[in-house]
């Protein structure tokens, strides 16, 4: 157990009872690997078979984080039972990762949080890094504070927090890892539309240098598309509809902008009434459905967007990938908090639920504990 981590039950130190304890509820060491690798390997056909059926779902990313998990907490156990050091100084920076880990990502996360509040202003959005950093801060802290305190309440508390933290970790990094996947899976080799998805303009009208990299992203998709297909040249969709603060809409102003430098006006159409990824999406696909029924697409959004806007084309019946448009790096942290925090919210009631789950099991089982003494 490692030293910061909250006891809820007393385990035993002895080597003799630890494996006495295993072997009764049979699971040698050898077994254990086994099965946990076994785990692993069902986790990695799942991901594999939902690749197959459709790369722009959502538990592929689970799957993968699930393969990815259960592949090194085998090879942890493994290692554990071989003999020598040089196994044995593996697992101990596989703990030293676990321990120091947090706080090297909420050391980032602090540095990320303040250049953005800088570069981009103080905005609720560009304070998720700021508050993600501070919250394993205060997980940490608490871990800490329950361990030298010796409260059981306080430890009860500590352990839900941590198991907490460890669930929205893990969805977390399964959707990073997946999403920097699905922009290099994703491909397209014919489509009739290329949908272009609007992010907000500055001064009322003015293309943002973010909103300028999905445009030009956008051409050179259209522009690829067209080479393959000189007889039946796709249709570009600039979709985005006009904010409080704006003059214009954002398609009219993405419209200007490739207008501008030589972009044919002829195979433009504007999409201008959606005000989020969903509209943007549903709107464009009536549009397409008008002109070519049964048309294919490809959508082009930011980078750390695109697995949001593969998974919402999928659950609308879009037929299309999504191409990914590059963003500058200090950007890149916030606006994946913020896409996490909304597919987290998409899917609701699985991870409210799954939330439910941490927080009453334990408090449950350690009222049960108590009754029985």
């Known amino acids: 157990m490692l030293p910061w981590m909250p006891r809820l039950v007393k385990w035993p130190t ?19 690997h086994v099965f946990v690798f076994g785990l692993a390997l069902a986790a990695l056909a799942l991901f594999i078979a939902g690749l197959i059926r459709d790369v722009r779902s959502f538990s592929n990313a689970v799957f993968l984080g699930l393969a990815l998990a259960l592949g090194a907490l085998g090879a942890a156990e493994y290692l554990v039972g071989l003999p020598g050091h040089r196994a044995r100084l593996v697992v101990l920076a596989l703990v030293l990762l676990v321990v120091v ?69 893990f969805l977390f990094v399964s959707f990073a890892l997946y999403g920097f996947l699905y922009n290099r899976l994703a491909l397209f080799r014919r489509a009739d539309f290329v949908i272009v998805l609007g992010s907000g303009l500055i001064d009322g009208g003015r293309v943002p240098p973010l909103l300028a990299s999905r445009l030009e992203r956008g051409r050179a998709v259209y522009q690829r598309l067209a080479r393959r ?41 504007l999409e201008d009434r959606s005000t989020n990824t969903d509209e943007n999406i549903a709107f464009s696909q009536a549009i ?39 963003t500058a790096g200090y950007y890149q942290m916030s606006a994946l908090l913020r896409e996490f925090v909304a597919m987290f919210l998409r899917y609701r009631v699985i991870n409210f639920g799954v939330v439910a789950l941490i927080v009453v099991l334990p408090v449950a089982y350690d009222a049960a504990r108590l009754a029985t003494w």
């Open 14 to 32: 002895n080597a003799a009872a630890t494996a006495w304890a295993a072997h009764a509820c049979g699971f040698t060491p050898y077994a254990r």
């Open 101 to 169: 880990g947090p706080a090297i990502a909420a050391s980032y996360l602090l540095v990320n949080g303040v250049t953005m509040v800088r570069r981009e202003g103080l905005r609720l959005a560009n304070l998720l890094p700021l508050v993600a950093g501070f919250a394993i801060i205060a997980v940490i802290a608490l871990v800490i504070a329950a361990e030298r305190v010796g409260s059981a309440k306080l430890s009860l508390f500590s352990a839900v927090a941590v198991l907490l933290f460890g669930y929205v970790s």
């Open 229 to 269: 297909s000189k007889a039946d040249a796709p249709v570009l969709i600039v979709s985005g509809g006009k904010g409080g603060d704006e003059q214009v809409s954002e398609a009219q102003a993405m419209a200007e902008y490739l207008i501008g430098r030589g972009f044919p006006a002829g195979q433009l159409v």
């Open 288 to 326: 397409m459905e008008q002109i070519r029924p049964g048309a294919r697409c490809v959508i082009v959004t930011s980078g750390y967007h695109a697995l949001r806007a593969a998974v919402i084309a999928r659950q609308a019946g879009v037929r299309g990938q999504v191409a990914s448009a590059r």
